[in-house]
């Protein structure tokens, strides 16, 4: 083959084909540090640690929280812990149900069933302040009206689109463990407060509060949700903090239908991981923005707001106007294939009809 096709073909065969967004990502493994949970016996009831242990294990087996039991002091404490954050869970009662309630709940059940096939989970916790609560869920209407403009325009299919999991009064008295997590208030504040969620229960972006929710900085965290992972977004976002969370089987192969790859394969999960370590922010390459700067990067147009559905556990899913289709994977897999090979029949032409002179 001449030196022009044998460019022209392998500069085709090493075209970076975009495999992932950064949805994809929080769907895999990263083995990111997870919670521990540590529960402390007196010594009057060290014979009952290791059956309290092998329980705990049992019933946190298909979550992110690693438990351990200690025997030591004069008092019952239980704490849940991940990295330098810790919430005290002392006033639990230590049976199964208790357990389970750490991983799991109404809320976290509906934010499990959703970020499988959606697009994300937007949580608006409500605040005392009704004024700024309309605020709120105006600027997050609005942020999804142009959410619809750049839809069509995602490098692969994202999903369904985002759902609104709205937080009052009596519903955040029943799920402390999850506002904590995301770094949202367990108690009622005066101002609204925002956390996106997506894939295997991350965060997504920063916080948002009060005045800080604004059209500008809830679309900005979604846009950056539809984007390749091999783009120059900050690795961080991508490895945002988790909440803690049951991901059974049956989860596992629904996320794995849905995305029409296995996020659990050791292959997708080394690809990731090389992925993270050479972008901005990784450890190969360091060149992180401020979110400040991240938040304000998108001027686009304010399309036209939203229908809103109600739906249960005062839970609103926005499905936006009629989006146009996005290429699936396998479709974007297969046009490459037909380009490599139309590209390898025209070199192969070309070789021929020169040998022949």
Same mark, same amino acid.
Request: a negative charge.
């Given at each position: 083959?001449?030196?022009?096709?044998?460019?022209?073909?392998?500069?085709?065969l090493?075209?970076?084909?975009?495999?992932?967004?950064?949805?994809?990502?929080?769907?895999?493994?990263?083995?990111?540090?997870?919670?521990e =949970? $540590?529960?402390?016996?007196?010594?009057s /009831?060290?014979? #009952? +640690? &290791?059956?309290?242990?092998?329980? @705990?294990?049992?019933? *946190?087996?298909?979550?992110?929280?690693?438990?351990?039991?200690?025997?030591?002091?004069?008092?019952?404490?239980?704490v849940?812990?991940?990295?330098?954050?810790?919430?005290?869970?002392?006033?639990?009662?230590?049976?199964?149900?208790?357990?389970?309630?750490i991983v799991?709940?109404?809320?976290?059940?509906?934010?499990?069933?959703?970020?499988?096939?959606d697009?994300?989970?937007?949580? =608006? $916790?409500?605040g005392?302040?009704?004024? /700024?609560?309309? #605020? +709120? &869920?105006?600027?997050?209407?609005? @942020?999804?009206?142009? *959410?619809?403009?750049?839809?069509?325009?995602?490098?692969?299919?994202?999903?369904?689109?985002?759902?609104?999991?709205t937080?009052?009064?009596?519903?955040?008295?029943?799920?402390?463990?999850?506002?904590w997590?995301?770094?949202?208030?367990?108690?009622?504040?005066?101002e609204?407060?925002v956390?996106?969620?997506?894939?295997?229960?991350?965060?997504?972006?920063p916080?948002?509060?009060g005045?800080?929710?604004?059209?500008?900085?809830?679309?900005?965290?979604l +846009?950056n949700?539809?984007?390749?992972?091999?783009?120059?977004?900050?690795?961080?976002?991508?490895?945002?903090p988790?909440?803690p969370?049951?991901?059974d089987?049956?989860?596992?192969?629904?996320?794995?239908?849905?995305?029409?790859f296995?996020?659990?394969?050791?292959?997708?999960?080394?690809?990731?991981?090389?992925?993270?370590?050479?972008?901005?922010?990784?450890?190969?390459?360091?060149?992180?923005?401020?979110?400040?700067?991240i938040?304000?990067?998108?001027?686009?147009?304010?399309?036209?707001?939203?229908?809103a559905? +109600?739906?249960?556990?005062?839970?609103?899913?926005?499905?936006?106007?009629?989006?146009?289709?996005?290429?699936?994977?396998?479709?974007?897999?297969?046009?490459?294939?037909?380009?490599?090979?139309?590209?390898?029949?025209?070199g192969?032409?070309?070789?021929?009809?020169r040998?022949?002179?």
């Open positions: 083959m001449r030196p022009t096709a044998s460019l022209l073909f392998g500069g085709l090493f075209l970076p084909l975009c495999r992932f967004t950064v949805r994809d990502v929080a769907f895999v493994d990263l083995d990111d540090p997870g919670f =949970l $540590s529960i402390t016996l007196p010594a /009831q060290e014979a #009952e +640690a &290791e059956s309290l242990e092998s329980l @705990a294990k049992r019933a *946190l087996a298909d979550s992110n929280v690693v438990p351990k039991v200690f025997v030591a002091g004069e008092t019952t404490r239980a849940l812990t991940i990295g330098d954050r810790s919430l005290d869970l002392s006033a639990g009662g230590l049976g199964s149900k208790w357990l389970d309630g799991d709940s109404p809320l976290r059940k509906k934010i499990r069933e959703e970020t499988v096939v697009f994300c989970v937007v949580i =608006l $916790s409500k005392t302040d009704e004024r /700024q609560n309309r #605020e +709120a &869920e105006a600027a997050i209407d609005a @942020a999804f009206g142009r *959410l619809d403009k750049v839809w069509g325009k995602m490098p692969k299919d994202v999903g369904h689109p985002p759902y609104v999991l937080i009052a009064d009596g519903l955040r008295d029943l799920d402390g463990i999850l506002l997590s995301l770094g949202l208030s367990p108690k009622p504040t005066p609204p407060e956390a996106v969620v997506f894939g295997r229960g991350r965060r997504v972006g916080t948002l509060a005045d800080g929710i604004t059209e500008q900085s809830v679309f900005a965290i +846009a949700v539809g984007k390749s992972c091999e783009c120059d977004l900050d690795r961080s976002w991508m490895r945002g988790r909440i969370l049951r991901w089987d049956a989860t596992r192969k629904r996320a794995a239908d849905a995305l029409d296995d996020p659990d394969s050791p292959l997708v999960k080394s690809e990731i991981d090389d992925i993270l370590a050479q972008g901005p922010g990784g450890t190969k390459r360091s060149n992180q923005k401020p979110i400040d700067e938040l304000l990067g998108y001027s686009e147009e304010v399309g036209d707001e939203p229908e559905t +109600a739906s249960p556990v005062e839970a609103t899913a926005r499905t936006g106007a009629d989006r146009p289709e996005t290429p699936s994977p396998a479709h974007n897999l297969i046009y490459a294939l037909v380009t490599i090979l139309a590209v390898s029949v025209m192969g032409a070309t070789i021929l009809l040998g022949r002179r």
